[in-house]
């Protein structure tokens, strides 16, 4: 039996059969893997408790015909804090949703993996009753996935003219996918109204990196912003709605969870 081994974590898992899972698992060198795991739900089955949410693990997978298989897993972190407050699992499911529904299988980008890696670390280290770290760290997330994905929203010229944007009073265009001034509007009538704060911490967040350990410490620099950083829950949650807008129009899926997140 051919198989490869990586690390990964589980983005979507589901019961098949009696006692079967199909598990997703983003890894850190094959990008999303799709496969089998026999037996998984089984009380005595080996894998049991190795194939839960939210572990970071090392897996074998085993190659197979129609789809691969799960030959073994050991848990190396259990991010069992995420657990414990409901907002930041539900967070953290739309995080898990986020990049099935974004990454195709068998595509490996390591920056994706590690931005991924490190924002499950990060919202199993927080605080439960810190919400505006918990949103911020969804919204660098949202902000990079898109970037790491190829499409990214025109934040500092005018989506029609042009010119450079000035944080005066601005609106956003998912028809010409960035932001518009208001002299320009009657190009798009269904542009809607965006604060400044929005583009401020779009560009404040966005990491333009390509080197993988320039991308890492561009995280970290991240994490260490978002640790400071004061936005009011209103511009949070004009970031959240539109950026998630933005993507489920760009991959043409819809992103269930979000309808949990801003509650
Ligand atoms: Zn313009």
Same mark, same amino acid.
């Given at each position: ?65 129609? $789809? ?150 561009? $995280? ?34 819809? $992103? ?8």
């Amino acid at each position: 039996m051919s198989t490869y081994k990586t690390e990964g974590i589980i983005i979507r898992r589901s019961h098949f059969g009696e006692s079967s899972l199909i598990l997703n698992v983003y890894t850190k060198d094959f990008g999303k893997v799709e496969a089998v795991a026999r037996s998984a739900r089984k009380a005595k089955g080996k894998l049991k408790g190795h194939l839960e949410l939210f572990l970071l693990s090392d897996f074998v997978f085993a190659y197979g015909k129609s $789809i691969d298989k799960v030959a073994n897993s050991f848990s190396l972190e259990n991010y069992e804090n995420i657990k414990n407050n409901l907002n930041i699992s539900f967070g953290t499911y739309y995080i898990l949703e986020l990049t099935d529904r974004i990454t195709e299988n068998g595509y490996r980008n390591e920056r994706m993996y590690y931005l991924f890696k490190e924002t499950m670390k990060f919202l199993n280290s927080l605080a439960t009753d810190n919400a505006l770290k918990y949103y911020l760290t969804i919204i660098q997330y949202q902000i990079n996935v898109m970037q790491l994905s190829g499409f990214f929203p025109e934040i500092n010229k005018c989506v029609v003219c042009k010119e450079k944007i000035k944080l005066e009073e601005n609106h956003f265009s998912f028809f010409h996918g960035g932001v518009i001034q208001k002299k320009c509007l009657c190009n798009d009538v269904s542009a809607i109204g965006i604060d400044n704060d929005v583009i401020k911490i779009m560009r404040l967040l966005k990491i333009n990196k390509s080197n993988v350990d320039e991308y890492k410490n561009s $995280i970290k620099d991240n994490i260490k912003i978002i640790e400071k950083l004061k936005v009011k829950k209103k511009i949070i949650f004009q970031l959240i709605k539109l950026i998630n807008q933005f993507i489920e129009n760009n991959i043409e899926k819809r $992103i269930n969870s979000v309808d949990f997140l801003m509650v």
